[in-house]
């Protein structure tokens, strides 16, 4: 903080709060590379406490849960935008990275001098939009390790005392697919007659499916859909346990669909299984949770998003009618 000129902020509220002070500050500092703010809270962290078993009579540490103080390190990389580093004061010092892609892809399309429009998180305009999907297709999950290890070497140095180095896994991801419109006039009809459809039309069958699963009558997770309101306009969500895909308008220029997941294991794929006595062999298996899964990722989630399309463009349209 000291060498970048920050103060460390305190703050008592949720996340938002904190997305909105950062953009203030970006508005007055400009968008260059550097350290853009720190934020400090008291939140819920992964910790040890000293234990005695009685019968062993064995002394060691064990996982326990509480809070200690955390800190937001707020940065803008050169090449992945604006990120952020959540770190915990306490061990283990479980270290939590986000990023936005779309940030990613904004600096490869002005590397590759393609013109775009971009607000906040999506595109309203690509003068090329089949070769930005060729950049996006190519994502550099090498370069964003070395961006991760720089960062937790920089900002919690404590980590190098662990042998074992850092393990980066993927906690959340979501892969959005943008259908740009030409004008809000064109979206707006077709948008509120598709969710007011897909929020009673959508059986549990048929979310398993959008999400590549089949719906085995054992499932005994959450599976289910919601329709909320919000400022910006209406969102569907549907869910199968901590995975799921979600459709809302942006800006009403744009159709979103987006497929989540908060435990990647859900998906599976082909790939090397290696068997506790050594050997391996090529199968299909849960998806591993390190980053090295994203380009596997990204397929299969665009594969999700696609599959909704699909079912979206056999809703009947009665734009015409209506007008």
């Known amino acids: 903080a000291a060498e970048n000129g920050v ?3 305190f703050v008592r509220k949720s996340k938002d709060s904190k997305e909105e002070r950062i953009q203030q500050i970006i508005a007055k500092r400009g968008d260059h590379p550097g350290i853009v703010h720190i934020f400090s809270a008291m939140e819920s962290c992964t910790a040890f406490k000293p234990w005695h078993d009685k019968q062993t009579h064995d002394t060691f540490f064990k996982w326990d849960s509480g809070r200690c103080l955390h800190y937001y390190v707020y940065f803008i990389d050169q090449e992945f935008g604006l990120c952020y580093l959540r770190i ?8 939590q990275f986000y990023f936005n892609g779309h940030n990613w892809l904004a600096r490869e399309l002005d590397k590759k001098g393609i013109g775009y429009e971009q607000v906040e998180n999506a595109f309203v305009r690509i003068d090329d939009f089949e070769q930005a999907q060729k950049l996006a297709d190519r994502f550099p999950v090498k370069r964003l390790h070395r961006l991760l290890d720089r960062c937790a070497q920089r900002f919690c140095p404590v980590i190098s005392r662990f042998r074992s180095g850092v393990h980066w896994s993927i906690m959340q991801a979501e892969y959005a697919m943008d259908v740009v419109f030409q004008a809000p006039t064109r979206l707006t009809p077709i948008y509120e007659e598709l ?15 959008f999400l590549g699963k089949r719906l085995d009558p054992r499932y005994e997770g959450e599976l289910g859909g919601q329709f909320s309101t919000r400022i910006e306009g209406h969102c ?13 308008d942006k800006y009403g220029r744009i159709l979103r669909i987006e497929t989540f ?3 990647i294991s859900f998906f599976k794929h082909h790939r090397r299984v290696e068997h506790r006595d050594g050997t391996y062999s090529y199968q299909t298996a849960s998806m591993r949770k390190t980053i090295y899964s994203l ?6 989630m665009n594969a999700c998003n696609r599959r909704y399309l699909e079912f979206l463009s056999a809703v009947d349209d009665p734009t015409n009618g209506i007008q």
């Open 236 to 248: 569907i969500r549907h869910y199968m346990g901590n995975n799921g895909i979600k459709m809302y």
């Open 195 to 209: 969710v007011r459809t897909l929020s009673h039309a959508v059986k549990p069958n048929q979310v398993s499916m």
């Open 261 to 263: 997941s908060n435990d």
């Open 295 to 300: 380009p596997e990722l990204a397929k299969l």
């Open 7 to 9: 103060d460390i902020e």
């Open 88 to 95: 915990p004061t306490w061990a283990p010092f479980r270290l």
